[in-house]
């Protein structure tokens, strides 16, 4: 909750605030793959702001994993259990193509392959990049069709717009 709560705040420093969260709470978030998922992402938003390519795909990788692994215990007839998750996992799509416009690299300008996280944490970025229109363009309407799609389902909606809120 805490984890979450900072993210949405855009409270980047919120582990050098609370030390004995980064320890303690670690071992506790693995038994509640939502509690971590806000942990990873939250790293991964201060990674982004601060051009962290290891920590950024490092983390990356076990929110994706995370949910992967929890969205294949969950039972069939519970599909509302599962529609959480893929919000969860759009909301990793669409960080790491921030990420890929935020930051470029000497081996791959402005594209991502989502199966190559572990190449990926060791690039070298040359620094922060202003967004082309078309970029911004591009990004706003896939966010566009995503929203439409979940227009009627606030519970699901909600934290796609926080996450964009924060992001942007």
């Known amino acids: ?4 709560a900072a993210w949405r705040a855009g409270k980047w420093d919120f582990l050098r ?6 320890s303690s709470s670690h071992d506790l978030n693995k038994s509640n793959g939502s509690i971590h998922f806000h942990e990873n992402l939250h790293s ?10 290891e920590l950024f795909f490092t983390r990356l990788k076990q ?7 929890s969205i294949a215990f969950i039972s069939l007839e519970s599909t509302q259990n599962i529609h959480p ?16 416009i935020r930051w470029r690299s000497e081996r791959n300008q402005n594209t991502f ?4 996280l572990d190449e990926n944490q060791n690039m070298k970025i040359s620094g922060p990049c202003v967004p082309s229109s ?5 990004l706003d309407a896939d966010w566009q069709h995503k929203l439409n799609q979940m227009r009627s389902h606030y519970d ?11 992001l942007f």
């Open 1 to 4: 909750l805490q984890y979450e």
């Open 134 to 138: 078309d970029q911004v363009t591009q």
């Open 113 to 116: 392959d989502g199966n190559a």
């Open 17 to 22: 605030m609370l030390p004995e969260l980064t």
């Open 85 to 100: 998750a893929i919000v969860k996992l759009q909301i990793l799509n669409e960080l790491s193509k921030s990420w890929n």
């Open 44 to 53: 991964c938003l201060r990674s982004l702001r601060e051009g962290d390519t």
């Open 63 to 69: 929110a994706k994993e995370e949910l992967v692994n």
């Open 156 to 166: 699901l909606l909600e934290p796609c717009v926080a996450f964009r809120k924060v």
